[in-house]
T-cell receptor, first 117, second 113 residues
C-alpha cells in the first residue's frame, strides 16, 4: 500500500544545531507540504512543493528550508534550531490535477515531535 | 485573507449523545470545504468533504452541509462513540491558481462511556 513516512518520529536537539526531518511518500504525488502543529494554532504551513525543483514558502517559513530533488522526498531543514521551533511537524502529500492544482485531499504522515532545548 | 474559525474545545460528551462542531469560513471565491480527523498519536486523515454550496459530505455517520449563505460547514453526528474521541479540523481549499489547504485550529472531542 502507498504511504507517507516521516523520520525521526521523536528528536531532541540543542539550540543552534541543524536538524533535518525526512519525509518520503510512495503515492507518486506531485504536491508535498510541511506543517507544524501547535496548541492554539492548529496546523500552519511551513513550505510546500508542487513538483521536482519547485519549492514555496508558507506562512511560517522563517528558519526553515526544503529541497525537492525527486518526487518521493521533501526533507525539512531547520538551519539553526530555536526553542520556538519545538513542535510537532507533519508532512503531507496530495494528488495533482494540473500544475499547482490539488483535489484538497491531503495524506499525512504520523508526525515528528521535535524538542529544542 | 482566507480563514477558518472553529468552536473552542474541548468538547466532552457521553456515549450516544448528539454532536455538533461549528465551523465558519472566510474566503474569496468559492472554496471546497473539508473535515479532517486526528486520532491520538496519528496524522490527520480526511473525514468528509463538500465542493459546492448545498452539498452534504458524509462518512462514518458524520455529516456536514456546505452553507454558502451562512459561510458555515458544521460537523454533526447523531450518536457518538468512545472511538470518535479525536481532534477535528475544519479546512478549506480555494479554487484557482496555486492551491493550499487552510486549516482551523481544531476541536478536541472526548466521548466518555
Amino acid at each position: 500500500d502507498a504511504e507517507i513516512t516521516q523520520s525521526p518520529r521523536h528528536k531532541i536537539t540543542e539550540t543552534g544545531r541543524q536538524v533535518t526531518l525526512a519525509c518520503h511518500q510512495t503515492w507518486n504525488h506531485n504536491n508535498m507540504f510541511w506543517y507544524r502543529q501547535d496548541l492554539g494554532h492548529g496546523l500552519r504551513l511551513i513550505h510546500y512543493s508542487y513538483g521536482v525543483q519547485d519549492t514555496n514558502k508558507g506562512e511560517v517559513s522563517d528558519g526553515y528550508s526544503v529541497s525537492r530533488s525527486n518526487t518521493e522526498d521533501l526533507p525539512l531543514t531547520l538551519e539553526s534550531a530555536a526553542s520556538s521551533q519545538t513542535s510537532v511537524y507533519f508532512c503531507a502529500s496530495s494528488e495533482s490535477v494540473g500544475q499547482g492544482w490539488s483535489t484538497g485531499e491531503l495524506f499525512f504522515g504520523e508526525g515528528s515531535r521535535l524538542t529544542v532545548l | 485573507g482566507n480563514s477558518v474559525t472553529q468552536m473552542e474545545g474541548p468538547v466532552t460528551l457521553s456515549e450516544e449523545a448528539f454532536l455538533t462542531i461549528n465551523c465558519t469560513y472566510t474566503a474569496t471565491g468559492y472554496p471546497s470545504l473539508f473535515w479532517y480527523v486526528q486520532y491520538p498519536g496519528e496524522g490527520l486523515q480526511l473525514l468528509l468533504k463538500a465542493t459546492k454550496a448545498d452539498d452534504k459530505g458524509s462518512n462514518k455517520g458524520f455529516e456536514a452541509t456546505y452553507r454558502k449563505e451562512t459561510t458555515s460547514f458544521h460537523l454533526e453526528k447523531g450518536s457518538v462513540q468512545v472511538s470518535d474521541s479525536a481532534v477535528y479540523f475544519c479546512a478549506l481549499l480555494l479554487s484557482g491558481g496555486y492551491q493550499k489547504v487552510t486549516f482551523g485550529t481544531g476541536t478536541k472531542l472526548q466521548v466518555i462511556p
